[in-house]
């Protein structure tokens, strides 16, 4: 059974970093891993995405050079660390696994979610 189980998530200023956790059980190597987030009143969008080797990674032209996504040498945590945050950065942060073993952009490959973790960038 796939879980996914997101933490990190709080309120901090513009300029500051940020990481944030999925602790991830029952995931094998035919998956790979994404975090979307979703502001409110907003539909949910892609953030960045890995397989689960670590070898590809794929990003949102809003977060490229400031997020990275990696995968920890025991593969039970996928993290998003997240640099020089913006207001605009402010949503809720999901983990999320598909397995069709790319970093698919796309919501709906994905098959398992997390509950979700608030982060809040204040100007």
């Known amino acids: 059974q796939v879980q996914l189980v997101e933490s990190g998530g709080r309120l901090v200023q513009t300029g500051d970093s940020l990481r944030l956790s999925c602790a991830v059980s029952g995931i094998t190597s035919k998956y790979a891993m994404g975090w979307f987030r979703q502001a409110p009143g907003k539909e949910r969008e892609f953030v960045a995405a890995?397989?689960?080797?670590?070898?590809?990674?794929n990003y949102a032209d809003a977060v490229k050079g400031r997020f990275t996504i990696s995968i920890d040498n025991a593969k039970t945590t996928v993290y998003l660390r997240m640099n020089n945050l913006k207001p605009e950065d402010t949503a809720v942060y999901y983990c999320?696994?598909?397995?069709?073993?790319?970093?698919?952009?796309?919501?709906?490959?994905?098959?398992?979610w997390g509950q979700g973790t608030q982060v809040a960038v204040s100007s």
């Open positions: 999320a696994a598909n397995d069709q073993r790319v970093p698919s952009t796309l919501a709906h490959l994905y098959d398992y």
């Open positions: 890995i397989t689960w080797s670590g070898f590809a990674t």
